[in-house]
């Protein structure tokens, strides 16, 4: 079966400092890969989706860049921090031609 | 506007009651429609899809009306465990899906 995993699941960070949030899926191959932000109270933003490995389209422009060095991992970066990165970052797959996602536990990240 | 509006709540059912609510969405063109679900402090999880016809899941029923452009989910015979925020999900251009910020569901004894 399927699986996906996130981490880390806490994280508290100052301001300027970088970030390297990780997730990989397991038992699958060639999936869309997703990262998205909730922020407290708000609905869920898509900030990055891949299609393949060194496939990134950026929805937001914003302080977070993403990448996906193989098939099966995403990892979401940021060289500074700012307070308003602060937020619930979520990691979702889904096979090709579907549109049903899977979220991973996801990363709660509060910049201080 | 929203591409994805829906009432966020809270809606406070008694346990064993029914429950109702819709979210409407703005792109016509959505193919595919889906209700989630999320817990305090936790991944959203696929509740159900959504179908033209309707369809149900156990105690769950959703509606599509393509024509209004609106989805809805009912739950019968509501438990305390059905309590959470219902987040109605709607496909956008290729492969992407717009949420919606979702409905919260408290479900009292």
């Known amino acids: 079966s399927q699986t996906i995993h996130q981490w880390p699941a806490t994280l508290v960070q100052p301001v300027g400092s970088p970030l390297s949030l990780e997730c990989t899926v397991e038992g699958t191959s060639n999936p869309n890969l997703y990262w998205y932000r909730q922020a407290a109270g708000r609905g869920l933003q898509l900030l990055f989706y891949?299609?393949?490995?060194?496939?990134i389209s950026s929805e937001v422009p914003q302080n977070l860049s993403a990448s996906r060095p193989q098939d099966r991992q995403f990892i979401l970066s940021s060289k500074k921090l700012l307070l308003s990165d602060s937020g619930f970052y979520l990691c979702?797959?889904?096979?090709?031609?579907?549109?049903?996602?899977?979220f991973g536990s996801g990363t709660r990240l509060t910049v201080v | 506007r929203k591409e994805v509006e829906q009432d966020p709540g809270p809606f406070n059912v008694p346990e064993g009651a029914t429950v109702a609510f819709n979210c409407t969405y703005s792109n016509s063109a959505s193919q595919s429609f889906f209700w989630y679900r999320q817990d305090c402090r936790k991944e959203p999880k696929l509740l159900m899809s959504?179908?033209?016809s309707g369809n149900e899941d156990g105690r769950f029923t959703a509606q599509l009306n393509r024509a209004s452009q609106y989805i809805s989910l009912l739950i019968r015979d509501s438990k305390l465990s059905d309590s959470a925020t219902y987040l109605c999900v709607v496909s956008a251009s290729w492969g992407k899906l717009q949420f919606g910020a979702g409905t919260q569901v408290v479900v009292t004894p």
């Open positions: 979702a797959w889904s096979p090709q031609g579907y549109y049903g996602y899977t």
């Open positions: 891949s299609v393949g490995i060194g496939q």
């Open positions: 959504v179908y033209s």
